[in-house]
């Protein structure tokens, strides 16, 4: 068997290994004939905690799956439009407020719009409503006002549902980055930014996190041997395809370019997400990984403990440490417990007022907790101080550089930017499409 060891930037080093090999076509062949063994990386990577021995023979398809916020997402939609009047061309769309990008086709008087929306975009008619929302809304059917004005300073409302729109495919520039990162501010001052739902406080008090760890796809894959253009995902719960490598995409640090048709999507797996510095869109990908190696096999049984955990200043966007996964997602609480018998009746509820989903409020008085917009973030359990939300959301423990010098530190995760419990679901939902013959793996 022969391995060759390739020094990577950053002093990373992969052992490639020559050895063992078997292909996709021998995988779906055993898949076809009902005899393929088919896991969850999640299942995988329990095995080995409790000292399972994996091997080739084990296992043919591995599934992954992660949920988080991905700002790397646009939509591209083409539909007919009603108007008072012919019109020759739209020069300004918005959805629902949130502005569209008119193009590449002008459609000259033919009363079709072709539009591009950036997942990153927000309403002008409600400051926490970005494209995320407007994404999930049109998946749910909900009607959308679209506004129109056209190269004459005409100006037109309509309404539309998804089902009036026959091209909408959302497409995502870099998705599934390997690993993500943790935050922190080194600064003496708050800050405002993407990556928390509050002000980020000062001084290392807090810390925010993305990345699903083990279950991510590409850590699954990180060579990409098994994932490339035309690999079939599941984006949002709707089939689609990878076409690359995506933006800032790295040999140490990988990500997914991809797309998928809207109008198969589910709800519950995309949304908005409200940080401090504005909505943020959410998105979820699936994806089944053949055990075709002994390389993509070491990869998959890698468990969080032993997967890199960047930690970066948001202040200044520096790398400061190095954590792991294992202080994420060991021995916490995937999913927030809620208690309304506790609640105190505040006369300010801050779980109401800084929930990143809006899944908190009060009915007649009474505390609600809508658990299909709730994104297990945690952060509701960090400021109720009556106790009504409960999770162990994890310490980030390693030796950061934030100031003159390197310290040890333990610093509490407050926020989780990426729902494992959900994702959890969806590895498993694609296991039962792979055992079933729904899902094809190429």
């Given at each position: 068997m022969l391995f060759i060891f390739l020094y990577c930037p950053q002093g990373r080093t992969i052992k490639?290994?020559?050895?063992?090999?078997?292909?996709?076509?021998?995988?779906?062949?055993?898949?076809?004939?009902?005899?393929?063994?088919?896991?969850?990386?999640?299942?995988v990577c329990q095995l080995i905690r409790e000292g399972e021995n994996i091997g080739l023979e084990d296992v043919d398809v591995v599934t992954t799956a992660t949920r988080a916020i991905m700002s790397g997402t646009y939509a591209v939609m083409s539909f007919p439009i009603e108007a008072s009047r012919q019109f020759t061309r739209a020069k300004k769309i918005f959805l629902n407020g949130v502005p569209a990008f008119v193009g590449p086709c002008p459609n000259e008087k033919l009363g079709i719009l072709d539009l591009m929306v950036f997942g990153t975009s927000h309403s002008n008619l409600q400051p926490d409503y970005g494209a995320g929302h407007l994404f999930r809304d049109m998946v749910q059917q909900k009607e959308i006002e679209v506004s129109v004005i056209t190269d004459d300073n005409d100006s037109f409302t309509s309404a539309i549902t998804l089902n009036d729109i026959p091209f909408a495919r959302l497409f995502g520039t870099r998705h599934c980055f390997m690993n993500y990162s943790a935050f922190v501010n080194c600064s003496s001052k708050e800050v405002n930014t993407i990556?928390?739902?509050?002000?980020?406080?000062?001084?290392?008090s807090e810390a925010t996190v993305s990345?699903?760890?083990?279950?991510?796809?590409?850590?699954?894959?990180?060579?990409?041997?098994?994932?490339?253009?035309?690999?079939?995902?599941?984006i949002n719960g709707s089939e689609g395809?990878?076409?690359?490598?995506?933006?800032?995409?790295?040999?140490?640090?990988?990500?997914?370019?991809?797309?998928?048709?809207?109008?198969?999507?589910?709800p519950?797996?995309?949304?908005?997400?409200?940080?401090?510095?504005?909505?943020?869109?959410?998105?979820s990908w699936a994806v089944a990984i053949p055990v075709i190696s002994q390389d993509v096999l070491d990869a998959i049984k890698t468990p969080d403990s032993r997967i890199s955990l960047p930690v970066m200043d948001v202040d200044t966007r520096k790398p400061i440490g190095e954590a792991n996964y294992g202080d994420v997602w060991q021995d916490v609480d995937l999913e927030v417990t809620f208690n309304p018998s506790a609640c105190n009746y505040c006369p300010i509820c801050e779980a109401v007022n800084k929930c990143p989903m809006d899944a908190i409020y009060r009915n007649n008085g009474k505390i609600i907790l809508d658990r299909q917009l709730c994104f297990n973030c945690g952060l509701c359990s960090t400021i109720c101080p009556s106790g009504v939300f409960i999770a162990r959301l994890g310490i980030i423990k390693t030796y950061?550089?934030?100031?003159?010098?390197?310290?040890?530190?333990?610093?509490?995760?407050?926020?989780?930017?990426?729902?494992?419990?959900r994702a959890l679901k969806m590895a498993e939902e694609l296991k039962r499409k792979i055992i079933e013959g729904q899902f094809k793996i190429k």
């Open positions: 490639v290994n020559y050895g063992m090999k078997r292909s996709v076509e021998e995988i779906c062949s055993k898949i076809n004939k009902g005899k393929a063994v088919v896991m969850t990386a999640g299942e990556f928390h739902a509050k002000s980020f406080s000062p001084d290392l990345g699903c760890g083990e279950i991510n796809p590409l850590k699954n894959d990180p060579l990409l041997e098994t994932i490339g253009m035309g690999t079939p995902v599941l395809f990878v076409i690359g490598n995506g933006t800032r995409s790295s040999a140490t640090r990988p990500n997914l370019s991809g797309f998928a048709d809207m109008h198969g999507m589910d519950q797996l995309m949304g908005g997400f409200i940080t401090s510095a504005g909505p943020e869109c959410i998105v950061m550089k934030c100031y003159e010098e390197e310290i040890y530190r333990e610093v509490p995760i407050v926020l989780r930017q990426s729902d494992k419990k």
